[in-house]
C-alpha cells in the first residue's frame, strides 16, 4: 500500500529525521519521520498590547502512519522539503481488506468503519464494488475485483461458453393473479380449459393474506434453457421482488442447472426503474449478452437482444412492472361497436366491462374505469422518483393494485364480451346450406330445437403459431452469435505444432495453445451488432398511423429497434423510402402518397417488421401488405368517404404530403448512403415532370366554383403532345445538322428577313428561307414548350362547367394552332432574343 502526506500539513516541511528504515515494522499511528516547518505567531506581553509583533518560529513535529505493516520503501530523505501531499512510503499490509461483509473485513475481521484522527481514507472505501446475486453487503475492491473477472472469463473460455441474462416477466413467462383462472382449470367445459393445462401455480404472501400466482411457461422454454445452457452461463435479472423470482425459478429449473443461485432481483438491484450490466459485469462485458422485453430500462445497450413481449394473460402485461417507466406501445385504432352485435342495454354493460378490463382503449390512452385508473395501467404508470418515501409509497401501491385486480377479474370480463358475440354471432353461410340439405334430405330433426344445439365459444388465451416457434428461433439466433464469437476468438488463438513439425519432434510434447492476452477477446456485442445490422442495410422506412401522436418517433422503442437492425428511419415519404409502415384500419396521407409511386414503395403492417427482427433476415412482404386497394394513380378505389367501412383517416399529416421535399438527405445507421435498386429504374425526365403536377388529386383537394375535375383531362393531352414534341425538336435538329453539312458555311451575322421581302437569290435563297423557317419553327416549339411547363404548375379554371380553356398553341381538336409571326414578335423581347442568341450559336458551332 502506498503511503501519502496528508493534504492537511502545514507545507513546506523540511524532513529532519527518519523514524524507520526498509524492513522495519510499522504499527499503526506510530511515528514515520520527523519534520520541520515554520509559523508566522503574534508574541508580545499580556501587559503592553503594543508590543505585540508578527515573527515566524520552527516548529518540530512527527509524522505518523495511518498503515500498518513492514515498510519496503522509503521515498524521502533527511533535508527533503515536501511542498504537497506526497508519496512517502510503500507498506506492505499484512492484509489488505480487499473484501468486505458488512463493514467487517472477511480475511483479519478488523472493523472497517473505525476512524481516529489520522484517517484520511475510510476502511469502507477500499472495498466498493458488488459483483454478487444475492447479497449486497459483500463488496471487494476494484483489483480484486479485476482478478475475479479475469478468473471467470478464463474458465468460461476454456467451457466454450459466453454469459446470458434472461428477464422474466413478458421474456420467458408471464404471470398472473386473477382468481378466475383457478376455476377456468379446473372446468373443462371452459373454453380456456386445454391453454390452462399448463399454467404453474405458486403462493406468495402479499401484505397479511397469501396471494396464488399464476405462471405461464413460453412455448418451448425447458428446451430453450436446456439447450442455451450448454452454450452459456444463464443469469436471472428481474425487476421482482427476490421471493418472486426464487419461486419463478423453481419452476423453470427445478435441478437448479441452468441458473444455479445466479438470481438478481430488484432487491440487490440498486436500482428500481433501471437496469445495469455493471452491477454483475463491473470489468468488463465482452462476452456478455442479455434478453429482455424492454429496451428502454438497458438503455438499449448494445449487448441487448430485445425479444417480442409474451402476451399469453391478454391485457394483463407485467405484473412487476410498477417501478419501470410505462411501455412505449404502438397506437391502435379503436374498434367501433355496432348494433348488430349486441342489444343496447347489453352492449352498455359490455362496454363497461370491456372498459374496466382495459382492453378495449386505444393505445396510448389511459384506460379509465368510472373516473380511475385502472389497477394493471396505474401499477405500469408509476415510475418516478426513487427516494426512500416514494418507494415505500409504490410498493403499498402495487399491494393494493394487486387486491384491485384480483377483485375486478379482468380476463373474465374480456371472456363474457367473447361470449355475448358468440351467442349473438349468425350462424356461417356453409352451415346455413348444410342446414338445408339435411332438411331436404328428411335427416333435420324437428324435435330438437335449434337453441339446444351446443354452440362453440371463442378461447380468450391461446399461444398463437408464432408463439410456438418464437423461442426456437430466438435460441438459433443466439447460436449465430456463440458460433460467430468463437470463430472470431480462435483466429486470434497462436497456431501449435501440428502435421509435419509435430512428427519430425516426436520426442517434443505438443504446446497446448496459450490463451491470448484478455483484452483482445471479441466483443460479442459487437459480432451481435454486425449479424442484425444486414437485415433492414439498405431499407428507408417511414412510420405512418402506429406512433402515437405526440410521441417523438426516434425515441419509440420500435423505431430504435429498427434501427439496431441498419433501417434507416425517416419522418416523410421521399424518393429514398422503400417501405411505409402502417395501420389497416387508418389509410393516411402517406400511405396514399406512397401507392403513387407506382409500387416501389412497399406498404406493409408492423408485423412485417416484428418477422424480420424474429428471423433476422428479411422476410418476403407479400404476406404483410395492406392497402393493396390503393392503385398507382392514388385516386382509383380510394373511396371519397370511409364511413361504415371501418377505416379511419389520419389527418395528423396531411400536411406532409404538401411540403414533403423530394429530395431528402439521410445518414444511415452506419454512416454510408445507400440507393434502393426500385429507385435506380426511374426515368428522370418524366420524374421531373411529375414534380410540376399538383401534389394531390382532384378528389382529395378543394377546387373553386369554376374548376372542374375534367380539367385534367386537357392537361394530360398537353403533357402527352410535350412528350410527343421533344421527339419532333430531336428531329428537326438532326435534320438542321444535316443540312448544315451539306451547304456551304455562311459568313457574317445572320440578317432576319422582313415581311414581304423578296428573295434575290435562287436556290440559294430558298435554301436560306428554308433555314430560316425550321429556325422558326424550332424556336416557337420552344417557347410552346416554356408556356405548357408552366402552365401544368397551376390550376387550370374553366369557362364554363365542364369545358377546359384551350393551351396556347393547341387546338381543342389536337392539332396545332398556327401563329402569325407579328403576334409572336410581341411576346416576351427578352426570352426571343436569349432564344435567337442561342441558335446563333448552334450555327456558329
Same mark, same amino acid.
Given at each position: 500500500?502506498?503511503?501519502?502526506?496528508?493534504?492537511?500539513?502545514? @507545507?513546506?516541511?523540511?524532513?529532519?529525521?527518519?523514524?524507520?528504515?526498509?524492513?522495519?515494522?510499522?504499527?499503526?499511528?506510530?511515528?514515520?519521520?520527523?519534520?520541520? @516547518?515554520?509559523?508566522?505567531?503574534?508574541?508580545?506581553?499580556?501587559?503592553?498590547?503594543?508590543?505585540?509583533?508578527?515573527?515566524?518560529?520552527?516548529? @518540530?513535529?512527527?509524522?505518523?502512519?495511518?498503515?500498518?505493516?513492514?515498510?519496503?520503501?522509503?521515498? +524521502?530523505?533527511?533535508?527533503?522539503? +515536501?511542498?504537497?501531499?506526497?508519496?512517502?512510503?510503500?507498506?506492505?499490509?499484512?492484509?489488505?481488506?480487499?473484501?468486505?461483509?458488512?463493514?467487517?473485513?472477511?480475511?483479519?475481521?478488523?472493523?472497517?468503519?473505525?476512524?481516529?484522527?489520522?484517517?484520511?481514507?475510510?476502511?469502507?472505501?477500499?472495498?466498493?464494488?458488488?459483483?454478487?446475486?444475492?447479497?449486497?453487503?459483500?463488496?471487494?475492491?476494484?483489483?480484486?475485483?479485476? %482478478?475475479?473477472?479475469?478468473?471467470?472469463?478464463?474458465?468460461?473460455?476454456?467451457?466454450?461458453?459466453?454469459?446470458?441474462?434472461?428477464?422474466?416477466?413478458?421474456?420467458?413467462?408471464?404471470?398472473?393473479?386473477?382468481?378466475?383462472?383457478?376455476?377456468?382449470?379446473?372446468?373443462?367445459?371452459?373454453?380456456?380449459?386445454?391453454?390452462?393445462?399448463?399454467?404453474?401455480?405458486?403462493?406468495?404472501?402479499?401484505?397479511?393474506?397469501?396471494?396464488?400466482?399464476?405462471?405461464?411457461?413460453?412455448?418451448?422454454?425447458?428446451?430453450?434453457? %436446456?439447450?442455451?445452457?450448454?452454450?452459456?452461463?444463464?443469469? *436471472?435479472?428481474?425487476?421482482?421482488?427476490?421471493?418472486?423470482?426464487?419461486?419463478?425459478?423453481?419452476?423453470?429449473?427445478?435441478?437448479?442447472?441452468?441458473?444455479?443461485?445466479?438470481?438478481?432481483?430488484?432487491?440487490?438491484?440498486?436500482?428500481?426503474?433501471?437496469?445495469?450490466?455493471?452491477?454483475?459485469?463491473?470489468?468488463?462485458?465482452?462476452?456478455?449478452?442479455?434478453?429482455?422485453?424492454?429496451?428502454?430500462?438497458?438503455?438499449?445497450?448494445?449487448?441487448?437482444?430485445?425479444?417480442?413481449?409474451?402476451?399469453?394473460?391478454?391485457?394483463?402485461?407485467?405484473?412487476?412492472?410498477?417501478?419501470?417507466?410505462?411501455?412505449?406501445?404502438?397506437?391502435?385504432?379503436?374498434?367501433?361497436?355496432?348494433?348488430?352485435?349486441?342489444?343496447?342495454?347489453?352492449?352498455?354493460?359490455?362496454?363497461?366491462?370491456?372498459?374496466?378490463?382495459?382492453?378495449?382503449?386505444?393505445?396510448?390512452?389511459?384506460?379509465?374505469?368510472?373516473?380511475?385508473?385502472?389497477?394493471?395501467?396505474?401499477?405500469?404508470?408509476?415510475?418516478?422518483?426513487?427516494?426512500?418515501?416514494?418507494?415505500?409509497?409504490?410498493?403499498?401501491?402495487?399491494?393494493?393494485?394487486?387486491?384491485?385486480?384480483?377483485?375486478?377479474?379482468?380476463?373474465?370480463?374480456?371472456?363474457?364480451?367473447?361470449?355475448?358475440?358468440?351467442?349473438?354471432?349468425?350462424?356461417?353461410?356453409?352451415?346455413?346450406?348444410?342446414?338445408?340439405?339435411?332438411?331436404?334430405?328428411?335427416?333435420?330433426?324437428?324435435? *330438437?330445437?335449434?337453441?339446444?344445439?351446443?354452440?362453440?365459444?371463442?378461447?380468450?388465451?391461446?399461444?398463437?403459431?408464432?408463439?410456438?416457434?418464437?423461442?426456437?428461433?430466438?435460441?438459433?439466433?443466439?447460436?449465430?452469435?456463440?458460433?460467430?464469437?468463437?470463430?472470431? @476468438?480462435?483466429?486470434?488463438?497462436?497456431?501449435?505444432?501440428?502435421? %509435419?513439425?509435430?512428427?519430425?519432434?516426436?520426442?517434443?510434447?505438443?504446446?497446448?495453445?496459450?490463451?491470448?492476452?484478455?483484452?483482445?477477446?471479441?466483443?460479442?456485442?459487437?459480432?451481435?451488432?454486425?449479424?442484425?445490422?444486414?437485415?433492414?442495410?439498405?431499407?428507408?422506412?417511414?412510420?405512418?398511423?402506429?406512433?402515437?401522436?405526440?410521441?417523438? +418517433?426516434?425515441?419509440?422503442?420500435?423505431?430504435?429497434?429498427?434501427?439496431?437492425?441498419?433501417?434507416?428511419?425517416?419522418?416523410?415519404? #421521399?424518393?429514398?423510402?422503400?417501405?411505409?409502415?402502417?395501420?389497416?384500419? %387508418?389509410?393516411?396521407?402517406?400511405?396514399?402518397?406512397?401507392?403513387?409511386?407506382?409500387?416501389?414503395?412497399?406498404?406493409?403492417?408492423?408485423?412485417?417488421?416484428?418477422?424480420?427482427?424474429?428471423?433476422?433476415?428479411?422476410?418476403?412482404?407479400?404476406?404483410?401488405?395492406?392497402?393493396?386497394?390503393?392503385?398507382?394513380?392514388?385516386?382509383?378505389?380510394?373511396?371519397? #368517404?370511409?364511413?361504415?367501412?371501418?377505416?379511419?383517416? #389520419?389527418?395528423?399529416?396531411?400536411?406532409?404530403?404538401?411540403? !414533403?421535399?423530394?429530395?431528402?438527405?439521410?445518414?444511415?445507421?452506419?454512416?454510408?448512403?445507400?440507393?434502393?435498386?426500385?429507385?435506380?429504374? *426511374?426515368?428522370?425526365?418524366?420524374?421531373?415532370?411529375?414534380?410540376?403536377?399538383?401534389?394531390?388529386?382532384?378528389?382529395?383537394?378543394?377546387?373553386?366554383?369554376?374548376?372542374?375535375?375534367?380539367?385534367?383531362?386537357?392537361?394530360?393531352?398537353?403533357?402527352?403532345?410535350?412528350?410527343?414534341?421533344?421527339?419532333?425538336?430531336?428531329?428537326?435538329? #438532326?435534320?438542321?445538322?444535316?443540312?448544315?453539312?451539306?451547304?456551304?458555311?455562311?459568313?457574317?451575322?445572320?440578317?432576319?428577313?422582313?415581311?414581304?421581302?423578296?428573295?434575290?437569290?435562287?436556290?440559294?435563297?430558298?435554301?436560306?428561307?428554308?433555314?430560316?423557317?425550321?429556325?422558326?419553327?424550332?424556336?416557337?416549339?420552344?417557347?410552346?414548350?416554356?408556356?405548357?411547363?408552366?402552365?401544368?404548375?397551376?390550376?387550370?379554371?374553366?369557362?364554363?362547367?365542364?369545358?377546359?380553356?384551350?393551351?396556347?398553341?393547341?387546338?381543342?381538336?389536337?392539332?396545332?394552332? !398556327?401563329?402569325?409571326?407579328? !403576334?409572336?414578335?410581341?411576346?416576351?423581347?427578352?426570352?426571343?432574343?436569349?432564344?435567337?442568341?442561342?441558335?446563333?450559336?448552334?450555327?456558329?458551332?
Amino acid at each position: 500500500m502506498r503511503l501519502f502526506t496528508p493534504a492537511n500539513l502545514r @507545507y513546506p516541511i523540511t524532513v529532519t529525521r527518519l523514524r524507520r528504515k526498509p524492513g522495519d515494522a510499522l504499527e499503526q499511528n506510530q511515528a514515520l519521520f520527523s519534520y520541520q @516547518y515554520r509559523l508566522q505567531v503574534t508574541e508580545g506581553t499580556r501587559d503592553d498590547p503594543d508590543s505585540e509583533e508578527l515573527v515566524e518560529r520552527s516548529f @518540530y513535529s512527527d509524522f505518523t502512519s495511518e498503515l500498518e505493516g513492514t515498510v519496503t520503501t522509503l521515498h +524521502i530523505k533527511e533535508g527533503d522539503v +515536501i511542498t504537497k501531499r506526497t508519496l512517502v512510503a510503500d507498506i506492505d499490509e499484512p492484509c489488505t481488506h480487499s473484501t468486505q461483509y458488512g463493514g467487517i473485513c472477511v480475511n483479519c475481521g478488523k472493523n472497517m468503519d473505525e476512524v481516529n484522527f489520522n484517517t484520511s481514507i475510510r476502511g469502507t472505501d477500499r472495498a466498493t464494488v458488488n459483483t454478487t446475486h444475492a447479497n449486497t453487503a459483500l463488496l471487494m475492491s476494484q483489483d480484486e475485483a479485476g %482478478r475475479a473477472d479475469e478468473e471467470a472469463r478464463r474458465r468460461l473460455l476454456e467451457a466454450r461458453k459466453l454469459t446470458l441474462v434472461v428477464d422474466l416477466d413478458q421474456t420467458v413467462i408471464q404471470a398472473c393473479v386473477e382468481k378466475t383462472l383457478a376455476a377456468w382449470k379446473n372446468d373443462p367445459s371452459n373454453p380456456n380449459y386445454e391453454a390452462l393445462q399448463e399454467v404453474r401455480t405458486f403462493d406468495l404472501v402479499q401484505g397479511n393474506q397469501l396471494v396464488p400466482y399464476y405462471l405461464k411457461l413460453r412455448p418451448g422454454l425447458e428446451k430453450f434453457l %436446456r439447450e442455451m445452457s450448454d452454450l452459456y452461463e444463464m443469469h *436471472i435479472y428481474t425487476m421482482a421482488t427476490r421471493d418472486y423470482a426464487l419461486n419463478v425459478a423453481r419452476i423453470i429449473d427445478p435441478d437448479q442447472k441452468v441458473f444455479a443461485d445466479r438470481i438478481l432481483s430488484r432487491d440487490e438491484s440498486g436500482s428500481m426503474n433501471a437496469k445495469f450490466l455493471k452491477r454483475l459485469f463491473p470489468v468488463n462485458t465482452k462476452m456478455v449478452l442479455v434478453i429482455d422485453d424492454r429496451g428502454d430500462v438497458w438503455q438499449w445497450t448494445p449487448n441487448l437482444l430485445k425479444v417480442k413481449a409474451y402476451d399469453f394473460f391478454v391485457g394483463i402485461g407485467d405484473i412487476n412492472s410498477a417501478f419501470l417507466p410505462k411501455r412505449q406501445e404502438l397506437d391502435a385504432a379503436p374498434v367501433a361497436k355496432t348494433a348488430k352485435h349486441h342489444s343496447s342495454d347489453e352492449s352498455r354493460k359490455i362496454a363497461e366491462d370491456e372498459n374496466k378490463a382495459g382492453g378495449s382503449d386505444p393505445a396510448g390512452v389511459e384506460p379509465k374505469t368510472n373516473g380511475t385508473v385502472s389497477a394493471v395501467d396505474h401499477m405500469v404508470s408509476m415510475a418516478g422518483s426513487q427516494d426512500q418515501e416514494t418507494m415505500q409509497e409504490k410498493i403499498e401501491q402495487q399491494s393494493q393494485d394487486l387486491e384491485s385486480q384480483i377483485a375486478e377479474s379482468p380476463l373474465l370480463q374480456k371472456q363474457k364480451i367473447l361470449d355475448a358475440a358468440d351467442s349473438e354471432a349468425e350462424p356461417s353461410p356453409a352451415a346455413s346450406a348444410a342446414a338445408e340439405l339435411l332438411a331436404l334430405n328428411g335427416d333435420h330433426k324437428s324435435d *330438437i330445437p335449434p337453441q339446444d344445439a351446443p354452440k362453440h365459444r371463442h378461447n380468450l388465451l391461446q399461444d398463437d403459431e408464432t408463439e410456438q416457434a418464437y423461442l426456437s428461433t430466438l435460441g438459433q439466433r443466439l447460436r449465430e452469435v456463440h458460433t460467430a464469437f468463437f470463430t472470431s @476468438y480462435d483466429a486470434a488463438l497462436p497456431a501449435s505444432e501440428t502435421g %509435419r513439425i509435430a512428427a519430425l519432434r516426436p520426442d517434443v510434447p505438443s504446446r497446448k495453445p496459450a490463451l491470448p492476452d484478455l483484452s483482445a477477446i471479441p466483443d460479442a456485442a459487437h459480432i451481435m451488432a454486425s449479424l442484425r445490422h444486414r437485415v433492414l442495410a439498405g431499407v428507408h422506412l417511414v412510420f405512418s398511423g402506429v406512433v402515437p401522436l405526440g410521441v417523438n +418517433i426516434h425515441n419509440h422503442d420500435t423505431v430504435i429497434w429498427a434501427k439496431t437492425f441498419g433501417a434507416t428511419v425517416s419522418e416523410s415519404v #421521399s424518393k429514398k423510402t422503400t417501405h411505409v409502415i402502417a395501420s389497416p384500419e %387508418r389509410r393516411t396521407a402517406k400511405v396514399r402518397q406512397a401507392a403513387k409511386r407506382g409500387g416501389r414503395v412497399a406498404i406493409v403492417s408492423v408485423q412485417w417488421l416484428f418477422q424480420c427482427f424474429m428471423h433476422w433476415r428479411r422476410v418476403s412482404e407479400d404476406l404483410y401488405r395492406i392497402h393493396t386497394d390503393a392503385t398507382v394513380n392514388g385516386t382509383a378505389d380510394l373511396p371519397n #368517404s370511409f364511413d361504415g367501412r371501418g377505416v379511419l383517416l #389520419s389527418s395528423s399529416d396531411e400536411s406532409d404530403v404538401l411540403t !414533403e421535399p423530394e429530395t431528402e438527405t439521410e445518414t444511415p445507421v452506419n454512416g454510408t448512403s445507400s440507393k434502393s435498386s426500385a429507385n435506380m429504374a *426511374i426515368d428522370t425526365d418524366w420524374q421531373e415532370l411529375e414534380t410540376h403536377r399538383p401534389s394531390l388529386d382532384r378528389a382529395d383537394s378543394s377546387p373553386t366554383l369554376t374548376e372542374a375535375p375534367e380539367d385534367w383531362g386537357s392537361i394530360d393531352d398537353e403533357l402527352n403532345e410535350f412528350l410527343g414534341s421533344d421527339a419532333d425538336d430531336s428531329e428537326t435538329e #438532326s435534320v438542321l445538322s444535316i443540312r448544315s453539312a451539306d451547304s456551304p458555311p455562311s459568313s457574317g451575322k445572320k440578317r432576319k428577313r422582313g415581311e414581304g421581302e423578296a428573295d434575290p437569290d435562287g436556290d440559294g435563297g430558298a435554301a436560306a428561307e428554308g433555314d430560316e423557317e425550321e429556325g422558326s419553327r424550332l424556336q416557337k416549339r420552344k417557347k410552346e414548350a416554356l408556356e405548357r411547363t408552366s402552365s401544368l404548375t397551376q390550376v387550370a379554371s374553366a369557362t364554363s362547367a365542364g369545358e377546359s380553356k384551350p393551351s396556347p398553341g393547341v387546338d381543342p381538336g389536337g392539332g396545332e394552332v !398556327e401563329v402569325e409571326e407579328e !403576334e409572336e414578335l410581341e411576346g416576351d423581347d427578352e426570352l426571343e432574343a436569349a432564344l435567337a442568341a442561342e441558335l446563333d450559336a448552334l450555327e456558329d458551332e
